[in-house]
């Protein structure tokens, strides 16, 4: 179903420049331009009241670093006209907190908040933020991977660029959001005489390779299968390919994937040759 409103991102963080970038390049410029998306940067300290604005303070039980005070990060969500968390609507607005200790953000996720009309991002910092802030405010935690970065503005900014491509009329080809890496599963073409595309329905596996021209490059050709012009070959090919790269970069992925019969004897060729 298509959207009939501008999806609206509001980004809650101390470094607001860090995002000029993001927003002054590529498909996020056009979205804007184009009124498809809203993104609204908050600078925290404005919601400090002290003569330093100050933001942070000490852990409460001792240790290291400093923790985000919670009285700034809510008068900041609470200035935006959200709804409390008990009467929100999570199915049409979300505060959610950037944090290391937070659910993983896949292309999933990313389908689930483009379906919204709005999307709170608080960027967290320091060794985080006043658990208070998560259990008051916030519809979800969300963190981009297993690592831990010095704040939330690069994981809000993945949140933000991958949801966003996913909105009607934001891709010059809609199709190129559907069948990419970590994409749904591919219906095929009417008849298998029927020329593949470019792109191709993943369901769950990563993407095959790609080629251009050159022909040759450095030694390396294209491989034969792509010129050929067999449709049904080609399409096995990149079935193949995809099944390959998956398997050696990321085989977890495998485990919920689509898998045919034809697929499941690929793999078994691909585990005998290790």
């Known amino acids: 179903m298509r959207r009939c409103t501008t999806m609206r991102f509001d980004l809650i963080t101390i470094f607001p420049e860090f995002?000029?970038?993001?927003?002054?390049?590529?498909?996020?410029?056009?979205?804007?331009?184009?009124g498809l998306v809203v993104v609204e940067v908050h600078d925290l300290r404005g919601f400090a009241h002290d003569r330093h604005r100050t933001v942070d303070d000490r852990p409460f039980g001792g240790g290291e670093g400093m923790v985000l005070k919670p009285e700034p990060l809510a008068e900041a969500v609470e200035s935006l006209g959200m709804a409390p968390k008990s009467e929100r609507d999570p199915r049409r607005a979300q505060v959610i907190l950037l944090s290391a200790q937070g659910a993983r953000f896949t292309q999933a996720v990313a389908r689930e908040l483009s379906a919204l009309e709005r999307v709170v991002l608080l960027c967290g910092r320091y060794e985080g933020v006043d658990e208070r802030v998560n259990e008051l405010l916030c519809d979800r935690e969300l963190s981009i991977g297993d690592y831990v970065l010095s704040g939330g503005e690069l994981g809000a900014a993945v949140i933000v660029d991958a949801?966003?491509?996913?909105?009607?009329?934001?891709?010059?080809?809609?199709?190129?959001?559907?069948?990419?890496?970590?994409?749904?599963?591919?219906?095929?073409?009417?008849?298998?005489?029927?020329?593949?595309?470019?792109?191709?329905?993943?369901?769950?596996?990563?993407d095959y390779p790609h080629y251009t021209r050159p022909a040759e490059f450095r030694g390396m050709a294209v491989p034969q299968v792509l010129s050929q012009g067999d449709h049904a070959a080609i399409r096995r090919w990149r079935r193949e390919q995809a099944l390959a790269k998956?398997?050696?970069?990321?085989?977890?992925?495998?485990?919920?994937?689509?898998?045919?019969?034809?697929?499941?004897?690929?793999?078994?060729?691909?585990?005998?040759?290790?």
């Open 19 to 34: 995002f000029a970038s993001l927003l002054g390049h590529g498909v996020l410029r056009r979205a804007l331009a184009g």
């Open 163 to 206: 949801t966003a491509r996913l909105l009607p009329g934001v891709l010059g080809n809609e199709a190129s959001s559907e069948f990419e890496s970590f994409g749904v599963a591919d219906a095929g073409p009417a008849t298998c005489d029927a020329p593949p595309r470019s792109t191709y329905g993943a369901g769950g596996l990563l």
């Open 246 to 274: 998956t398997w050696r970069n990321r085989p977890d992925l495998l485990e919920g994937a689509e898998l045919s019969v034809e697929d499941r004897a690929v793999l078994a060729k691909l585990k005998s040759r290790a």
